[in-house]
């Protein structure tokens, strides 16, 4: 009898669990994509946006049997206009804009007036025809504000607070017309704060370095990468050409990337977390069966090129909000990354010497890049099976092109490496070895 009411119990629990999640599965809009322009003007800026109803959930537009009754639409559409004046801020300078004038109707799913600016400010300007039949929740609101500015080289910002509790679920994207540059489109997720349109150089530049720290902290494939740098080094100065050869070649392969000369393709992500994998797995095995550290930092440069193409996809959704700045968001972003590398050294290098002191040093090497070989293999076969199924460029002619062009690029970028590294050898490696070799035998003697 007991297990009969639990079984009835537990029946009851899944139920009541499938169905609300139906139905949170139902109240969540289809459409969260909102598309706009901002265009300034000298002495105002104009804000045409298209919003799915969907996401209007405190709108009460008056119905006619199953559609919209666009004839007496009029107040609901203001109060909709209302509303959405305040779910999307637009600041200049700092200062909230108020506008001056807003006017909106509601249009069919099949209207594609937001293809162009002209074309989307009629579109949110037409009076409302009462023949045309929308369905509940499957139009659009197209509006129009007007917001007087002071300078048309204000910094100006926008938020997105439509649809708040979907938070990042929601994407606004942005075509900015300004008066003076070229026109850039941005998305803006939902819940995130105030995003400048035009930031200023020093905006642009704080962001990106901030960009580059959080990202060089969060990556774990090259955080495990500079581990394997320096596990055979205990001094500093002999990491010094290797930490540089590798923030050079990785800062080549970012800039080509930011300008699209990197190949393009869906198999080339997967085949640069592959190798990405690969030369961590290198790495490891060089410390285990004895790196030349005088040739470290050569190696170090070619697969700082691969990790530079890793890097640039952090940018890739993040260069739209550098605005005009792209060279000194790149440079930021990467000074941002050397910072993180710098805070990391400051970590692993201590931590090592403790390590060593418990463990005797060659065994030490082996015990740490054991482990950090086993890990990245696993990477690098997972990768790998990703790469496995993605789509390779046809060898056309086209492709062979292509193909060629970069076999001789890295046959060049080999060779002035290699010419690179006699110079730096003879200049430098020698200078720096010499008194380590000396420390050595001296403390081998005591």
Request: hydrophobic share 50%.
């Amino acid at each position: 009898m007991r297990s009969r009411w639990v079984r009835f119990f537990s029946l009851t629990t899944f139920a009541v669990t499938l169905t609300s999640s139906f139905a949170a599965a139902h109240d969540l809009p289809t459409n969260t994509m909102m598309n706009a322009f901002v265009k300034i003007e000298p002495k105002q800026a104009h804000l045409v946006i298209r919003v799915p109803l969907d996401l209007l959930r405190g709108a009460s537009f008056p119905m006619k049997g199953p559609h919209y009754d666009l004839s007496a639409a009029g107040p609901a559409t203001q109060a909709a206009l209302k509303a959405l004046a305040d779910g999307l801020p637009l600041w200049e300078n700092g200062q909230r804009l108020v506008p001056s004038r807003s006017s909106g109707c509601l249009s069919l799913p099949s209207d594609r007036s937001f293809a162009d600016y002209d074309l989307a400010l009629e579109a949110a300007e037409r009076p409302a025809d009462p023949a045309v039949a929308i369905y509940y929740a499957q139009g659009f609101l197209d509006a129009h504000f007007i917001y007087p500015i002071s300078s048309a080289d204000s910094v100006f910002k926008i938020q997105t607070l439509v649809a708040e509790d979907l938070g990042s679920l929601t994407k606004l994207t942005i075509r900015y017309l300004p008066l003076t540059e070229p026109s850039r489109v941005m998305m803006i997720a939902g819940g995130s704060g105030p995003l400048a349109l035009n930031p200023a150089w020093y905006q642009a530049g704080s962001g990106f370095i901030m960009l580059g720290i959080e990202h060089i902290l969060s990556g774990i494939d090259h955080l495990l990468f500079l581990f394997c740098l320096v596990i055979p080094f205990r001094r500093l100065r002999g990491l010094v050409p290797v930490i540089t050869a590798f923030t050079l070649a990785h800062s080549i392969t970012l800039i080509g990337s930011a300008y699209h000369l990197a190949p393009q393709g869906g198999w080339f992500p997967p085949f640069v977390e592959t190798a990405i994998a690969a030369s961590i797995v290198y790495m490891a095995l060089e410390n285990f069966v004895g790196a030349d550290l005088r040739r470290r930092w050569l190696i170090t440069g070619m697969f700082g090129l691969v990790h530079g193409f890793g890097f640039s996809y952090a940018l890739q959704q993040q260069l739209q909000f550098a605005g005009s700045h792209l060279l000194v968001s790149l440079f930021s972003f990467n000074v941002g990354i050397e910072i993180g590398q710098v805070v990391v050294l400051g970590l692993m290098l201590p931590a090592l010497a403790l390590f060593r002191r418990v463990v005797p040093e060659r065994m030490g090497v082996i015990i740490l890049s054991a482990v950090v070989a086993h890990t990245g293999w696993h990477w690098m076969i997972e990768r790998w099976e990703t790469l496995r199924q993605s789509q390779w460029p046809p060898l056309d002619a086209a492709g062979l092109v292509i193909l060629a062009r970069w076999v001789a690029g890295l046959l060049v970028a080999f060779g002035a490496f290699r010419l690179l590294a006699t110079w730096v050898e003879r200049r430098f490696l020698d200078r720096v070895e010499l008194p380590e070799r000396q420390m050595e035998q001296s403390e081998r003697a005591a």
